[in-house]
C-alpha cells in the first residue's frame, strides 16, 4: 500500500538557528527569523518522527520555513543560503530516508541561479523539487523572465510547491488583525493561479506540476467569476486556450482547510485525484490530527479519503522513499 505522505511541512535549519542564537547574523538573517519563538523549530529529527507518527503520517514531504526565500537579498547571498540549507534537508533525507523526503528552495529573483540550484537539488541531492514564494519581489510567474526555471522544472520532473511569505497582497490595504495571513496566504495563491494561467505557462510547460498549498488559498472559490470575466471580456483572456476552470485539474491542492466542508467544495471542484495530505506542520496554523480527522471527515467517500491520504501523493511523487540523496 502506497505510503501516507504530508506534502506541506517545514523545516528551520540548524545551520541557521546555531548561529543566530548564538548572537551572530547569518547571511543577513537573524534571531528574528525562522520562526524560532516556535520551539517545535528546534526539535531534532527523531522528534520530528516521533511526531509524525503520533500524526499517523508514513512520510514527510519537508520543505524550508518560507523565511528563507530571501528573494530581497542580493542573488548571490540568497544562493548560498539556499545550497546549506538545501544541504542540510538533503542530511535529513540521508538519515531517515524512509520518513523524510525534501524540497528546495532557490534564488529565484535570478532564474539562472534558480536553475542551477534546481539543477543540482534534483540530480545531486535527489530532492523531489522545490517550494516557491506567490512572486518574487513583486513580480507574478506570467513575467517571461522566469520561463527558463518553468523548462527546467517540467524537464527534470520537479514539484513545484507554492507557499507563500510575507508581505501578502492583503498588506497594501490593511496590516492589522493576522490578515496578511489569515486572508492574504489565500488571495495570493489565487492570483498564482490566475498568473500561470493566463501567463500561459500550464500550456507551454504540460509536464510541469505545480501544487498549491493551503488548498490553493481561493481558487476554487474564484473559478466562477474567473470563468464569467474570460467570457465577458475576451480581450483580457491573456495566453489562455479555454476558461480558467479548464486549468483547475492541471494543478493539485494540499488539504490543508480547517472545516470538513471547505475540503468537500474543493474535492468537488478539482476532484480527490487532485488533492493531498498537507499539514503546515510545526506552524501553530497547522492541521492537528490530521489523518484521524481526515478518515472520521464524514463528508468524504472512502476512496475520496485513500486518494487524499495516498493516491495522489502516489501519482505526483511516485514512491518518494526511493530516491535517496547520495
Not at 527558463?148 to 498588506?171: C, K
Amino acid at each position: 500500500m502506497p505510503s501516507i505522505i504530508d506534502v506541506h511541512a517545514h523545516v528551520t535549519p540548524r545551520c541557521f538557528s546555531d548561529v543566530v542564537l548564538g548572537g551572530n547574523d547569518w547571511h543577513g538573517m537573524t534571531s528574528d527569523d525562522g520562526e524560532l519563538h516556535n520551539p517545535m523549530n528546534l526539535w531534532s529529527l527523531d522528534q520530528r518522527i516521533e511526531a509524525m507518527d503520533e500524526d499517523g503520517i508514513d512520510v514527510q514531504l519537508t520543505s524550508p520555513t518560507d523565511v528563507f526565500y530571501q528573494y530581497h537579498q542580493d542573488p548571490a547571498v540568497t544562493a548560498k543560503i539556499a545550497a546549506a540549507v538545501n544541504d542540510e534537508v538533503a542530511e535529513m533525507v540521508r538519515a531517515r530516508p524512509e520518513r523524510i523526503a525534501g524540497l528546495a528552495t532557490v534564488p529565484m529573483q535570478d532564474t539562472d541561479s534558480a536553475v542551477t540550484e534546481l539543477t543540482r537539488v534534483i540530480g545531486d541531492l535527489g530532492l523531489r523539487g522545490v517550494m516557491i514564494d506567490d512572486h518574487v519581489n513583486g513580480v507574478t510567474y506570467d513575467d517571461p523572465r522566469f520561463d527558463a526555471f518553468w523548462e527546467a522544472a517540467a524537464e527534470l520532473g520537479a514539484l513545484i510547491f507554492v507557499h507563500q511569505y510575507a508581505p501578502t497582497s492583503v498588506e497594501a490595504r490593511i496590516d492589522k488583525f493576522f490578515f496578511f495571513n489569515s486572508i492574504g496566504n489565500l488571495v495570493d495563491r489565487a492570483i498564482t493561479f490566475g498568473a500561470l494561467v493566463y501567463g500561459g505557462v500550464m500550456d507551454r510547460y504540460p509536464e510541469l506540476k505545480v501544487c498549491l498549498g493551503h488548498a490553493g488559498g481561493y481558487t476554487a472559490f474564484a473559478l466562477d467569476r474567473m470563468d464569467q470575466g474570460w467570457r465577458a471580456f475576451p480581450s483580457m483572456r491573456g495566453a489562455t486556450t479555454g476558461p480558467p476552470s479548464t486549468y483547475a485539474r492541471r494543478f493539485t491542492y494540499d488539504a490543508v482547510t480547517y472545516e470538513p466542508r471547505t475540503l468537500r467544495y474543493l474535492v468537488d471542484v478539482v476532484g480527490a485525484d487532485r488533492v493531498v495530505l498537507g499539514t503546515d506542520w510545526p506552524a501553530p496554523m497547522r492541521v492537528l490530527e490530521p489523518v484521524t480527522r481526515l478518515t472520521a471527515i464524514g463528508v468524504l467517500t472512502p476512496d475520496e479519503i485513500d486518494s487524499i491520504l495516498r493516491g495522489t501523493a502516489a501519482m505526483l511523487l511516485g514512491d518518494p522513499t526511493t530516491r535517496e540523496a547520495e
